[in-house]
C-alpha cells in the first residue's frame, strides 16, 4: 500500500499550518525515470513539521504533503501559470533542480498526459483536504489563520542573488491578509534576532495568493525560511538541534502573535 498523500492534525483553534513542500517521497515509475540529483530530493522544506511542532500545543491543525515537490510542486496552479512572470521559477512539474539540474533522464518527460494524472492523483487531494480544513474552522470561528511553511538553501544564485534573509513573509503584498495580521508578521519578525524582509523575492505562492481571501475570514501568510537557520544546508540534510532551539521559540511567538491579530 503507498503512502498516502498527505499527513492531517486537525486541531480546535482557527490555525491551520501547511506544509505542502515537507514531502520526500518519489514513488514508482517516477523515481526509476530520474537523475541522481533528483533522487537526492534535495529541493525538500526539511524538518517543518519537527520545527512547528509547538502547533499541536497550541490546538492548531497542520496538513503535511508526503511526496515530493519533484512529483509535483503543490503551491503552483493546477494550470501551470507562473506566478512570477519574467524571474526564474519553479514548474508545476519541475524539470530541474533549484541548481538548475536535470531531474529526468529524458528530455521530454513528464508528458501533458502524465502531469494530468499527477494533478488529479497529488495536487487535487492536499487541496481538497485544506480547503476542507479551512472550511471546518472557519464555520465554527468567523476568521481562520493559514499559515503556509516553507524553507530553502540560503543561496541559490539560479533563483535570487546573494544570501537571502533568514526570515521571508508573504502576503501578497497585504492582500492575502487582514491589515492587522499582516502588521503583527512584520513586527514579529522585525523584533526576532534574525534577518527579514516583507513582501520581497517570496511573496507568496499559489496557496497565499488562492486561499487568502480576508474578505471573507481567511487570512494568509507565508513564511519563507533560510534552512541556514535550523539545519544542514547539503545532504544528508541534517537538523540542528542546536540552531534549531534558536530560532523555534521566536518562531512560536510569532505564529502566537500572528494568530491573536485575527479579527474576531
Not at 537571502?164 to 513573509?169: G, H, K, S
Request: glycine share 8%; with cysteine; hydrophobic share 40%.
Amino acid at each position: 500500500m503507498n503512502p498516502p498523500i498527505y499527513t492531517l492534525t486537525s486541531g480546535t483553534v482557527p490555525l491551520v499550518v501547511s506544509i505542502p513542500h515537507g514531502g520526500a517521497l518519489l514513488p514508482e515509475p517516477y523515481a526509476s525515470a530520474m537523475t541522481p540529483a533528483a533522487r537526492i530530493v534535495a529541493d525538500t522544506d526539511w524538518h517543518l513539521a519537527r520545527l512547528y511542532d509547538f502547533t499541536h500545543a497550541l490546538g492548531g491543525s497542520m496538513l503535511e504533503a508526503n511526496y515530493s515537490r519533484y512529483v509535483i510542486d503543490l503551491n503552483r496552479p493546477a494550470s501551470g501559470e507562473s506566478l512570477y512572470p519574467g524571474q526564474t521559477t519553479t514548474s508545476l512539474c519541475p524539470t530541474e533542480t533549484f541548481r538548475g539540474e536535470p531531474l529526468y533522464d529524458a528530455p521530454d518527460q513528464p508528458s501533458a498526459a502524465d502531469m494530468a494524472t499527477r494533478v488529479d492523483t497529488f495536487w487535487r487531494p492536499y487541496h481538497d483536504a485544506l480547503r476542507a480544513e479551512l472550511e471546518r474552522l472557519r464555520a465554527i470561528h468567523g476568521h481562520v489563520l493559514l499559515w503556509e511553511a516553507h524553507s530553502i538553501a540560503s543561496q541559490l544564485p539560479r533563483l535570487f542573488d546573494g544570501q537571502l534573509p533568514d526570515l521571508n513573509i508573504g502576503t501578497f503584498g497585504g492582500a492575502s491578509c487582514a491589515p492587522s495580521v499582516h502588521e503583527a508578521a512584520a513586527a514579529s519578525a522585525a523584533a526576532m534576532p534574525f534577518t527579514s524582509v516583507v513582501n520581497g523575492r517570496f511573496k507568496g505562492g499559489y496557496i497565499t495568493r488562492h486561499y487568502g481571501q480576508p474578505e471573507q475570514g481567511i487570512h494568509a501568510v507565508q513564511l519563507e525560511m533560510s534552512q541556514c537557520i535550523y539545519m544542514d544546508e547539503t545532504a544528508p540534510f541534517g537538523y540542528r538541534e542546536d540552531l534549531a532551539a534558536r530560532i523555534q521559540p521566536h518562531l512560536k511567538r510569532m505564529v502566537e502573535n500572528v494568530f491573536a491579530a485575527l479579527p474576531r
